[in-house]
Every structure is written in structure tokens, then in C-alpha cells.
């Protein structure tokens, strides 16, 4: 292959330490396949039919129209790296690529965006499906990992009239071989696998293959895993077990396309598949914003609105209204056009919280389409470090204390993956009386380090136009007293989106949100200002700004006055 035409120069470490980076921020789901659990070379053999027979496969998932058009020039983008090829090069032989970018390469998810563009984008992306296949077809230990090879997996089937329609001849027949190699190695690890979410989408494909294929006994037991496994990663009130909006929306596409290839092959719809999607769809609901996208707590990103849109639409309804739910914990504050999500819910257990961020009591604010206040987000775009950065309590709309976690980091022995416990003790009480809602929550993350609770009280007017709070450092009546008193620092953040423009003036911070939407944040604390962040949830690192209230609390305060007790109010401006 010949070198890239033009290559992204953002790449300023070198391939080991881009390795070390990977296996710590990527554990035991980013380490080879060892060799030895290679399928063999002679495993299945493939029949013309059975390849025809895929598709009937017609994924949810609509595509990314402009990614499919970059994508077509030769332009290659994740995060911050961007490379631009020749007709006849190929993405994963790019020597600056980082492991990063090569593992999304080779997940296919770009398949169905290049395919959608029709004309000569099918035959562009066949050439890539034969030059992988070429490469990696028989086996490749960072490849056909689980994660990336059910990703793929999924991504050929739902493409089968492309790859491996009837007017493919030979070339179909040996695409059709490989995707049989692959969908047989995946089952193989799924049962053993670390990667929660790639062992969710083995046993879609799964109950895929057995229905397309006609096999009912098959059917029948992959059905059964999968409503196993949609037990175990799918709460009461239809959020998914990791607490991510977007893990909740990837399942939600997945289990529709498998609904839609029941009812086009005349199976009776899957029980389990008709419990949980209403529930689902609420939650999804519970988490969309007024502009259409999903608020990015817990390794969620700014999605494309097309993709809960097209959700809603295959569902056929529209999803119930409610403001607190209880196994996924979060409160939900609205009036008028104005929007606040607080996040009141521990970690995850594991296996589930090996993306889970250290955000408790952080919150989501918007009015309408505007988002004004936010966290610094999350994409699986971006390379591994940053991902690792923003799973911080500092990169939260919330209060941190002596610059540590309100939740514990801990390695897990079967993922490797660090993953946050607790914070213990959170809780939330909501009042709702004419018109204006009070919430009253708290957590215990930092109790044992530093003796005090971390309380925060949300204030939102009838008509919306006021969003006052104030956060609290307590030293519970149970604790003894601290005889050193020495004060201990503390931050409260206000991560801006970046569509705010935010400036100081005499008596306030003045937020300039989109669509014209002004804000006043107001605060009697002394000592407010403007400081640089950075925003993720839009698939790179963009440059924003955060409010930062810093102070120093007496360990021994009750809370109910400064410095222990900071008050603060965003005030939209009249008229706006």
C-alpha cells in the first residue's frame, strides 16, 4: 500500500507510549486475542442462498450523510486525528494512525455511512471490505477482538445487499465466508467476554443469524440469551445498567432492527423485545433534549438527533413524561422552556460501570434548543486519555473537595479497567408547589476522607426564569469534632457549552446561549470567574469555558453559612 496522500500530524507520542496508553485506559477489552482462539480456516462453509437471505436485515440506524460524503473524498476523521487517502489506500496502514483510530477502523462503523451515498460509494466500500479482508480475514489478535469484531459483524450483515447480494459472484460467496468465521468466533467469547457491550450486541447477532437463516430451534435459544442478558443490563424503568443515555440508545437500535427482522420474516414478535422497549423509549425520552440530541452523562455524547428521531419513529409512539427515575438515578426539572437534569445515582456495579463517570450531583442545564450548562461530555471519538480525563469529578457541573473524586477509582480484576464507586449516601427529595419546584439532594462521597457531606439545593421558578441554588459542605451531628480545623479547598464548577459565549461584567457573568437565548449567572460568593474547558460530546475536543467558585470550608461548618454554604443563580434575561 502506498503511503497517505496527506496525514494528520496531531500525533506527538510515540507508538509505545501509545501502547501503554491503550492497554491502561482500555484494560482487558483492548488487549490481542491471543492466537490460539483463532476460528480455523475450514469452519463453515457458505451457500449463495443463506448470504441472499441476509437482507432481509434492515438496521434503524440511519446514516451519517456528511461522514459518508468525507468519507468518499478519502477523508478519514475520529477525534483529532484526520487523514486524507488516495483512491487506493487504506485507513488501518496510516503509520501516525493511533491505536485508537485503527480500532475504530476496524469496527466498520463508517460502513453504512460510505454505502448511503450511492453512486461509486458501494464499490469503494467493497474495495475496503476485500483489502480488510486481504489483511485481517483469517485472523489478527487487536482485529478480532470481541468488541471490534461484533461491531463489524453487525455492520456487514445490516450492508448484506451490498456485500453479498446475488450479483457478487465469487467475491460475495468469500465475503459471506469470512462474516460466517467471524460470527462463529464471536459467539465462541461471548459468555467469557470483559466487554459488557460487545456481549449485549453477540447476542443480537445471534438471534440475527438464526432468523435470518430460518433455524427456529436456533432462534428459540438465542432469543433466550438475549433476553437474559436484556435482564441484566436493562433497569426497571428502562435505563440501561451503566447509566448512559447513549449505551440506552445503541441497545435501542439493535433491539428494533431485530423487531422489525422478526415481523419481515413472519415471526411472532419477542415478548421481552415488547416489555422493555416502551420503558425504554421513555427513558430515552426522560434524557432528549429540546434539540434533539441526548445530554451526555456517563460516557454519552451529543448523538445524532436522527438517531433518537429515527428511534421514536420505528416505536410508533410517543414516550410518557415523568421526572424522576429511581433505578437509574436522575431528577428532571421543567418549566417553561427550561430544562435542568441532575444526576442523584451512585456508579454502576460492576461490569457495568467500566465507563461510568465520578459526576454525582452534576446537572444538565437547557433552555429549549440552547444548552447552556453541561459537563465536558464524552465521545468514543476522541483517543483514550481524554476519554480517561473527562470521567473526572472536575469535568461536572458540581462541587469538588480537595481536589479529589466523589467517587472512588478502582481496578477491576476481570476488565482491568478502572471503574468509580459510590459516592454512598446520595439521595434526593423533590417539592413541587405552585408551579416551582425545590430539590434537596446530597452525597457522602466525601465523608471519610474529609468528614463533610456534600449537599446542593436546586431552586426553579413557575415560569422558568430563574434557576437559583446552593451548595453546602456538612459535617454530620454523628462525626467528632476536628481538632486540627484546617480548612480544606474546594471548587464548584459550571462547565458552559460551547455554543455560550460567556464574558464578565460589573455585577454578573453574562452567558450568550444559541438562538439568542441570555443569561445572567449571579452569585454572592466572592472571587467568581471564567476559566478555559473543554466540551467532547461533540465527537472532538473543543475549547469552552467553566464558572469556577473556589473557597476554603471549615471541616467542622454545619453549612448553613459561607464558607461552607455558597449560593448562586442563573436569571434569564427579560425579554428573552
Request: with cysteine.
Amino acid at each position: 500500500m502506498s503511503a497517505p496522500m496527506r496525514q494528520n500530524q496531531n500525533r506527538q507520542r510515540s507508538a509505545d507510549e501509545d501502547a501503554a496508553l491503550w492497554h491502561r485506559f482500555r484494560g482487558a477489552p483492548g488487549e490481542a486475542v491471543p492466537e490460539r482462539l483463532a476460528p480455523g480456516p475450514q469452519l463453515v462453509h457458505s451457500d449463495p442462498g443463506e448470504a441472499a437471505g441476509l437482507t432481509r436485515l434492515r438496521p434503524v440506524d440511519p446514516p451519517d450523510m456528511l461522514r459518508g460524503e468525507a468519507l468518499e473524498r478519502g477523508i478519514w476523521r475520529h477525534g483529532l486525528e484526520r487523514y486524507e487517502l488516495g483512491a487506493e489506500e487504506v485507513p488501518w496502514a496510516v503509520d501516525s494512525a493511533t491505536r485508537h483510530f485503527i480500532d475504530r477502523i476496524h469496527r466498520f462503523d463508517w460502513l453504512g455511512d460510505l454505502v448511503a451515498r450511492g453512486g461509486r460509494a458501494p464499490d469503494q466500500a467493497r474495495f475496503l471490505t476485500d483489502a480488510w479482508i486481504a489483511d485481517f480475514g483469517r485472523f489478527d489478535g487487536f482485529a478480532w477482538r470481541a468488541g471490534p469484531t461484533a461491531d463489524r459483524v453487525w455492520q456487514w450483515m445490516c450492508r448484506a445487499d451490498i456485500l453479498f447480494g446475488e450479483d457478487q459472484g465469487r467475491a460475495g460467496r468469500e465475503r459471506f465466508e469470512v462474516l460466517q468465521r467471524q460470527v462463529e468466533h464471536a459467539i465462541a467469547l461471548a459468555d467469557g467476554v470483559a466487554d459488557v457491550e460487545a456481549r449485549f450486541r453477540i447476542f443480537v447477532i445471534e438471534v440475527a443469524r438464526a432468523g435470518l437463516l430460518g433455524d427456529e430451534a436456533c432462534l428459540r435459544r438465542a432469543l433466550e440469551r438475549l433476553e437474559a442478558e436484556c435482564t441484566a443490563q436493562i433497569l426497571p424503568d428502562g435505563g440501561h445498567v451503566s447509566r448512559s443515555p447513549q449505551r440506552l440508545l445503541n441497545a435501542l437500535l439493535d433491539l428494533l432492527t431485530l423487531r422489525r427482522l422478526l415481523a419481515d420474516s413472519g415471526y411472532p414478535p419477542a415478548d421481552f423485545i415488547e416489555k422493555w422497549l416502551p420503558r425504554m423509549g421513555a427513558m430515552l425520552g426522560f434524557f432528549h433534549c429540546a434539540d434533539g440530541a441526548l445530554h451526555p452523562f456517563n460516557d454519552s455524547s451529543e448523538t445524532r438527533p436522527e438517531q433518537v428521531s429515527a428511534v421514536f419513529e420505528a416505536m410508533d409512539l410517543t414516550p410518557r413524561r415523568f421526572s424522576f427515575s429511581p433505578k437509574s438515578g436522575f431528577q428532571k426539572l421543567v418549566r417553561g422552556h427550561v430544562e435542568v437534569l441532575l444526576d442523584v445515582g451512585p456508579a454502576p456495579e460492576p461490569p457495568f460501570a467500566d465507563r461510568a463517570h465520578a459526576g454525582a450531583l452534576g446537572f444538565e442545564f437547557a433552555d429549549g434548543p440552547a444548552r447552556i450548562v453541561t459537563s465536558c461530555g464524552a465521545s468514543r471519538e476522541v483517543n483514550v486519555d481524554w476519554q480517561a480525563a473527562v470521567r473526572r469529578t472536575g469535568a461536572h457541573s458540581t462541587l469538588v473537595l480537595g481536589g479529589r473524586d466523589s467517587a472512588a477509582f478502582r481496578r477491576q480484576d476481570a476488565s482491568k479497567l478502572l471503574a468509580p464507586q459510590g459516592p454512598s449516601g446520595i439521595s434526593a427529595k423533590r417539592l413541587e408547589e405552585n408551579d416551582e419546584i425545590w430539590l434537596d439532594a446530597q452525597h457522602s462521597g466525601y465523608r471519610d476522607t474529609f468528614g463533610l457531606l456534600h449537599r446542593r439545593r436546586l431552586f426553579l421558578a413557575g415560569d422558568g426564569a430563574r434557576l437559583a441554588g446552593e451548595d453546602s459542605l456538612v459535617r454530620p451531628v454523628s462525626r467528632a469534632i476536628d481538632e486540627s480545623a484546617a480548612p480544606i479547598s474546594f471548587e464548584i464548577r459550571f462547565h458552559l457549552h460551547p455554543s455560550v459565549h460567556a464574558y464578565m461584567s460589573r455585577e454578573a457573568i453574562i452567558l450568550d446561549g444559541a438562538e439568542g437565548r441570555r443569561w445572567r449567572f449571579r452569585t454572592s460568593h466572592a472571587g467568581a470567574r471564567l476559566e478555559r474547558s473543554v466540551y467532547l460530546a461533540r465527537g472532538t475536543v473543543e475549547r469552552t469555558s467553566q464558572i469556577v467558585l473556589t473557597g476554603r470550608a471549615d471541616p467542622n461548618g454545619d453549612g448553613s453559612a459561607p464558607p461552607n454554604c455558597v449560593r448562586w443563580a442563573f436569571v434569564r434575561e427579560p425579554g428573552e
